[in-house]
């Protein structure tokens, strides 16, 4: 069986400038998989190749095993897009809107409301989608995107603008998409989404990918030091510089840090000592694989 995206050498210029360049990766079944990168990297237009609403400028894509590109309509009920900009019919409530898409495809009706189910939508099925909040806005177009029961479905910055809570919200969602065997393809500028939701990665940048696999593998890759806490009553700055394996030692009103490539013994010390009280252990994050790969702070 082939991989449910494949995408080889994909290119897209604007007035000479290279927006996806050479992009090569593939997505398999049933994975959830995540464009990382900050505005402007190329994710929505490598996204959009992808759906069969831009044109390649050069390269391959196989969606399903077909070529998205010109439209391809054998494949619109296979996939479910959600937009960057959601679009929504004009005074249409929550429910219509949904009917209106599931018509579309010949759905059966009853999905409406098992998508409004799904995306926590049921007490707002009579309400018009322009008097939704931010977020309840972007579940109902996730509901759209899914209502034909799509075996893959892309998401434009689907948590974009929302609160901390909402995103939250709309993240356990994401994962139990997933969860019923649904592709899943995610852009994001934000790292600890990325982090959290997607089995692999590819992390790009002015239209290349830097780097591409599970999150945790890509921050093991770095070798980046670990920062230990501790409350600073359990121990002081200059005890902590005589534990074995410390890099460097920093201190503020309540907190001792350490920071080493060597956590085992640093932590086997502690405990002996009895020191570990508020501990906390931070390890690297994508942002500081992003940080190795360019040479620059992530700003999305
Ligand atoms: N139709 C277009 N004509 C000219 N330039 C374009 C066009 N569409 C996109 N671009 C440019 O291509 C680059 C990549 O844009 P793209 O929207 O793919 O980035 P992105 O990673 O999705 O960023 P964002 O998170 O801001 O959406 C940007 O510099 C953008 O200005």
Known sequence: MPDTIEVENLVKTYAGTAVVDDVTFSVRDGEFFGLLGPN??????????????????????????EAPWPRNPALLPRMGVQLQATAFFDRLTAREQLHTFSSLYDAPSARVDEMLDLVGLTDKADTQAEKLSGGQAQRLSIACALVHDPEVVFLD??????????????????????QRGKTVVLTTHYMDEAELLCDRVAVIDHGRILRI?????????????????????????????????????????SSTVVTTRQPSPVLAALAERDALAGLQVRGATLEDVFL?????????
């Open 40 to 65: 402007g990297a190329g994710k929505t237009t490598t996204l959009e190749m992808i759906e069969g609403l831009r044109k390649p400028d050069g390269g391959t894509v196989r969606l399903l095993g």
């Open 157 to 178: 910055e689907p948590t974009a603008a929302l609160d901390p809570q909402a995103r939250r919200n709309l993240w356990d969602l994401l994962r139990e998409i997933n």
């Open 213 to 253: 696999g599970p999150p945790a593998e890509l921050v093991r890759g770095l070798d980046a030091p670990v920062r230990i806490s501790v409350e600073r009553s359990a121990l002081d700055a200059s005890a902590a510089r005589t534990l074995p394996g410390v890099d460097d030692v920093t201190e503020d009103a």
């Open 292 to 300: 190795e790969l360019t040479g620059r702070e992530y700003r999305a």
